[in-house]
């Protein structure tokens, strides 16, 4: 096929590299502009652009798609059979929705209609689900609601983080988008339409998600912190001060604590959570200081049984 690719960070190398080894054509690669980043403020190019140019592939970083007739013009002279859209970052117009024969298609990191939305994979590890996946899609104007065409389920560990979900499913969703494509190709592949009714949302993660709720059970804070790595993590506050917690785990045996307060056993820093069950921090970070296991603040800090978290 001729394709127009979409896509701008790492998720969306593994595809693009699959679309090129399957012998289509990608007329031209579509991705966000360069971007500051670091305490040097360099600009960086975007994984995709990168893949793209290792491939000598035409690339395009416009600021803004809805409203802007030069590239409309350009893919209206391409005009591709499909346009691939991976974790591109913007919202497809309806001008792009309609204008190849095989539609706009869209890898979505999850199980659809489950987790609409930016942060598929952050919430489905947040929320303790144990399989997720990835669905490839027509696009249409809603938000991630239009036909699904194929997917593929995985197996999400007890102690992985978003971030190995993340790898998992760039993977497998590769060889997934090839297959849709194939099968598009060839007609037998006939899209199925959602059960709305069975939708859930994954909205774009803010700093607050970061913030420990210790109502909730240790097994909810620490699928929380699992699902948002890198960013926005797990924090509280230890006396006023920001306390980054950079690992954690549940402890197996509950114990009659109040939710937020601290438990000190054996050199260990306990809390108590909802529902009387217990969490430990393993590594922290005390606002202005360096990261540290639990052990070096209790011995730097003097930490108090009894004292409250999050106050």
Known sequence: MRL????????????????????????????QPDRPVGRDQKLQAPP????????????????????NAELREQLE??????????????????????????????????????????????WAVASGEVVTGVTTMRLDAGLDTGPMLLAHSV??????????????????????????????????????????SQATLAPILTREDGRI?????????????????PWPGAFTSLRGKKLIVHKMHKVEHQYALDAGLIHLYEGRLLVG???GSLLEFDEVQLEGKKRMTAAELLRGYQISAGERLGE
Not at 81 to 93: E, H, K, N, S
Not at 166 to 172: H, R
Request: aromatic share 6%; proline share 8%; charged share 20%.
């Open 4 to 31: 127009v690719f979409c896509g701008t960070p790492q998720f969306a190398v593994p595809t693009l590299e699959a679309v090129l080894a399957a012998g289509h054509e990608v007329a031209l690669v579509i991705t």
């Open 48 to 67: 995709v652009k990168q893949t793209a140019l290792a491939h000598a592939l035409p690339v395009l970083q416009p600021e803004k798609i809805k409203n």
């Open 77 to 122: 002279t391409i005009a591709p059979d499909a346009i691939l859209v991976v974790a591109y970052g913007r919202i497809i117009p309806q001008w792009m929705l309609d204008l190849p024969r095989y539609g706009n298609i869209n890898l979505h990191g999850s199980l659809l209609p489950k987790y609409r939305g930016a942060a598929p994979i952050q």
């Open 155 to 196: 197996p999400v560990g007890e102690e992985e983080t978003s971030l190995d979900v993340y790898e998992n499913l760039a993977e497998v969703g590769a060889p997934l988008m090839v297959e849709t494509l194939r099968r598009l190709e060839v007609g037998d592949l006939h899209p199925t339409e959602q059960d709305h």
């Open 213 to 229: 709720d210790f109502s909730r059970t240790a097994k909810q804070i620490c699928d929380r912190w699992r699902g948002f790595q």
């Open 273 to 275: 959570c909802g529902e």
